[in-house]
């Protein structure tokens, strides 16, 4: 995953927490409060209880299922063991608390639970609302029991608009990790054939010449049995990625026996940087400057493709997300083993909000990194602005 999409996943994580802190320290005092008040009765206590299960279980983490069955089964008893034996008294404060936390209950088990779970999970949690007031009177019942099926149902709506939001969510998510997969793929089929095709004739040039009968010194024939054995060993590795990620695209393709997209359709040149200079060139809006380190050296084909999208996917969000940036500036340097490109600019952003809207193209280019074995971020600069950086290794065969 890249660094943005940890980081709005780490941003959710948080956000969540503060509201559910924010929430069970409300219900702490509004239960210590009825407590208080209704401190010699038994019957009001133990709705205190009730509850105080209820409200645990709506901001329960690890455990949730659990806490919401027992919640629901929990509130069902005290309705049937209240309103057969003791009959408390109309109007407790604590049902108000009860009632909320098993809506939030209701909303979180559309929301979160496996389907096999949902239902059942949710017709005990639902009938538990509705039955609240037999506690007192079934007059109370015909009362109340529609305005609280209206809220039952406003629950539910919520829980499976949120859960219809994380669908999407994930169906964006695999669909732009499979097409950035299943690119790469076929990049890399491309980078065999190059390789393979180098392979084949070295081995012709050298049959040539020994029926040829040309003179061969030692040297000269280690020197092409290496260059061979080199081109093989690059072919094998390219292979090795590719049959990875077609497994990985298949697995994430949609339902089984679906084919996946041809491949062949179209190529693309393999290991020029000649397009990434062109792709710089002609990115006006604001002018960007492209810099190679002069030690660059001849970079792998599937690296210097990867740094083409690199670089794509970047000026792309530039011109989305800052488009008051003054100058971009594109580099790509040595670091040790690696590669690293960088693409980085001075603007502001609408609002100062600079992550792309869904991430969904840096989760693909993350995972276009993340294959090759480097390692992608993004996020904004001290000195202000925006920056995409990428590690990508390479090796010396």
């Not at 005990?124 to 305005?147: D, E, K, N, Y």
């Not at 790469?184 to 070295?202: E, K, M, N, P, Y």
């Not at 393999?270 to 190679?292: M, N, S």
Request: net charge positive; with cysteine; glycine share 12%.
């Amino acid at each position: 995953m890249s660094d943005v999409g940890a980081r709005l996943d780490r941003i959710h994580s948080v956000g969540g927490c503060l509201v559910r802190a924010a929430y069970a320290g409300f219900a702490s005092l509004y239960l210590l409060g009825c407590t208080a008040a209704g401190i010699g009765d038994h019957s009001a206590l133990w709705m205190v209880f009730v509850a105080l299960v209820a409200n645990v279980a709506a901001v329960s983490g690890r455990g949730f299922l659990v806490w919401a069955t027992g919640a629901g089964a929990l509130s069902a008893l005290s309705t049937l063991c209240l309103g057969a034996v003791v009959r408390p008294e109309a109007g407790a404060p604590s049902l108000f608390a009860e009632i909320g936390g098993l809506l939030i209950v209701i909303a979180r088990v559309v929301w979160k639970a496996r389907r096999d779970r949902l239902v059942p999970i949710a017709v005990l949690l639902g009938a538990a609302v509705l039955a609240t007031p037999l506690r007192w009177s079934p007059i109370a019942a015909a009362l109340f029991t529609a305005p609280l099926g209206i809220t039952v149902a406003v629950a539910l709506g919520v829980g499976l608009y949120l859960r219809a939001l994380d669908a999407r969510r994930a169906r964006s998510l695999a669909s732009a990790r499979r097409d950035e997969r299943l690119e790469l793929a076929r990049d890399l089929h491309d980078f065999v054939a190059h390789h393979v095709t180098g392979i084949v004739v070295q081995a012709q040039a050298a049959r040539f010449t020994a029926r040829s009968g040309t003179a061969q010194t030692q040297e000269q024939l280690d020197r092409m049995l290496g260059e061979i054995e080199k081109a093989g060993t690059e072919a094998l590795t390219s292979m090795r990625r590719m049959v990875g990620l077609l497994r990985d695209a298949q697995n994430v393709n949609a339902p089984d026996g679906d084919a996946l997209p041809d491949g062949g359709s179209s190529t693309r040149p393999v290991g020029d940087l000649e397009r990434l200079r062109d792709l710089v060139e002609g990115f006006a809006h604001p002018p960007a400057a492209l810099t190679l380190e002069p030690g660059l050296g001849t970079l792998p084909p599937e690296v210097a493709a990867s740094a083409h999208r690199v670089v794509q996917e970047a000026l792309t969000n530039v011109r989305k997300h800052a488009a008051d940036a003054a100058s971009v500036r594109v580099t790509l340097a040595r670091v040790g083993a690696d590669v690293e490109v960088a693409v980085r600019d001075d603007g502001r952003g609408r609002g100062g909000r600079r992550l792309p809207s869904g991430g969904f193209g840096l989760t693909g280019l993350g995972e276009r990194v993340g294959a090759l074995g480097g390692r992608l971020h993004a996020g904004p600069r001290p000195e202000g602005g925006w920056e995409v950086v990428a590690r990508l290794p390479v090796s010396d065969g």
